[in-house]
């Protein structure tokens, strides 16, 4: 997995929002193993740029990215400390810390000073020096309902101690998106403040909705007569049916604006608008009246929906 996820998607750390969600767009066209089965490098080039924009898609990860928080999985670094921080200190346990090797926890670290600062004073538990650092913050995993994601919601995780935590689920919640919950990560040292709980939400699919950017994206079946003839008909939208209009002489693929019918982030005055992709469907069976007039339709008009594509192929 590449080492900066702005290289993974072809960028500099300058990118926009904007420019970061085009570039992921394009190179998924390019690299889904579903729409390149033939490709045995596919996998792994998605895997990568998918794991990229995990990073950089959320501006508060990316933030922390940058300011080398986390490294490009998104996994925590280690916190760096100097010699210099500790040289001085009657508390100096840098010597302990560099022989238990560079893996060490930063936990363990800090409970060493608190150990040497209680024998300071005397066994009686005291911290002599006043010493305090934060919490460690806590990461976990919430998979969310499609549309609690965008309308909003809360819902209750369960901690490893087996106590549960409220989480409130913003209105326009993205996939991958991580909240941060202030104060519920692990106690501090000394009395030093507790850390965050970060949650990174994995948003689930919707049988009937798919989400691009604030809009909703919707493919809406329709009949015959009412491709040909036009008419109004009842269309699903995340707040529930609406009526849509439907052109006379629509065709499969065409797609009508439902406007402000999209996602509204949270503290956004804007709202997204869903796209109504239409799709001629036949009757399950055709009957004998059916078929009698398209029979005697084709014998009286000339019209071949093919007949600009074929001359545009040269054929």
Do not use: C
Request: avoid cysteine; proline fraction near 6%; aromatic fraction near 6%.
């Amino acid at each position: 997995m590449p080492d900066d996820p702005y290289k993974a998607l072809g960028l500099t750390k300058t990118a926009t929002a904007d420019e970061i969600k085009k570039a992921y767009r394009k190179l998924v066209r390019t690299s889904h193993p579903d729409l390149h089965p033939d490709d045995p490098g596919a996998e792994a080039r998605f895997k990568a740029i998918a794991a990229a924009h995990d990073v950089l898609k959320d501006p508060e990860t990316r933030a922390r990215f940058d300011a080398g928080e986390i490294d490009a999985t998104g996994a925590e670094r280690p916190k760096r400390e100097y010699y210099r921080d500790f040289a001085d200190s009657s508390d100096n346990v840098y010597q302990q810390r560099r022989a238990a090797g560079a893996q060490g926890n930063p936990k363990d670290f800090f409970e060493e000073i608190l150990r040497q600062r209680a024998r300071g004073a005397g066994g009686s538990g005291g911290f002599g020096g006043g010493f305090s650092a934060p919490g460690q913050d806590a990461r976990y995993n919430l998979e969310v309902p499609f549309l609690d994601a965008v309308r909003g919601a809360e819902q209750r995780i369960t901690l490893p101690d087996g106590q549960s935590l409220a989480v409130k689920i913003p209105q326009g919640t993205e996939d991958g998106q991580t909240l941060r919950l202030r104060g519920k990560g692990e106690a501090g040292y000394g009395g030093g403040a507790a850390g965050d709980a970060l949650i990174t939400v994995k948003v689930g699919e919707h049988s009937v909705f798919r989400r691009e950017g604030d809009d909703i994206l919707l493919t809406l079946p329709i009949t015959i007569d009412e491709a040909v003839l036009g008419g109004k008909v009842s269309a699903p939208t995340i707040d529930g049916p609406v009526g849509l209009t439907i052109p006379k002489g629509a065709s499969s693929g065409r797609t009508l604006r439902l406007r402000g019918r999209g996602v509204t982030r949270a503290g956004s005055k804007t709202k997204g608008d869903q796209m109504v992709e239409l799709k001629i469907v036949s009757p399950p069976e055709v009957d004998a009246a059916l078929s009698d007039f398209l029979m005697e339709w084709r014998k009286t008009h000339e019209f071949d929906p093919r007949a600009d594509l074929m001359k545009g192929a040269g054929t």
